[in-house]
């Protein structure tokens, strides 16, 4: 059975930091393209970062190069985002995925990240 499973989210003012965790499990972690997507409220959902496949191109959305940091540890399964100087407009629930192909595309359950005075 796959499961990811999120964490790490929270309530922090502008500036602040957060790191989200997603902890897989019920298939071969690295083989997978492992990515973050995010999803604010009346808006669609979003790829803020991703590893591919082969990992040698890290995909960052534009609004996030330079304050987000995507990162995995294949022998712990898990898939990390480190989030520095979060803006309000970063508020949103995030979604860890694990990609293969379009068969086997899998999502977590989403953690709420808001960020604000």
């Known amino acids: 059975q796959v499961r990811l499973v999120e964490s790490g989210g929270g309530l922090v003012q502008p500036g602040g930091s957060l790191r989200l965790s997603c902890v897989a499990s019920?298939?071969?972690?690295?083989?997978?393209?492992m990515s973050w997507y995010r999803q604010a409220p009346g808006k669609e959902r979003e790829l803020v970062a991703g590893?591919?496949?082969?990992?040698?191109?890290?995909n960052y959305n534009d609004a996030v190069k330079g304050r987000f940091t995507i990162s995995k540890d294949n022998a712990k399964s898990t898939v990390y985002l480190q989030m520095n100087n979060l803006k309000p407009e970063d508020t949103a629930v995030y979604y860890c995925?694990?990609?293969?192909?379009?068969?086997?595309?899998?999502w977590g359950q989403g953690t709420q990240v808001t960020v604000s005075r």
């Open positions: 995925n694990a990609w293969y192909d379009d068969s086997d595309d899998y």
């Open positions: 590893i591919p496949i082969t990992g040698n191109r890290i």
């Open positions: 019920g298939f071969t972690f690295s083989r997978y393209a």
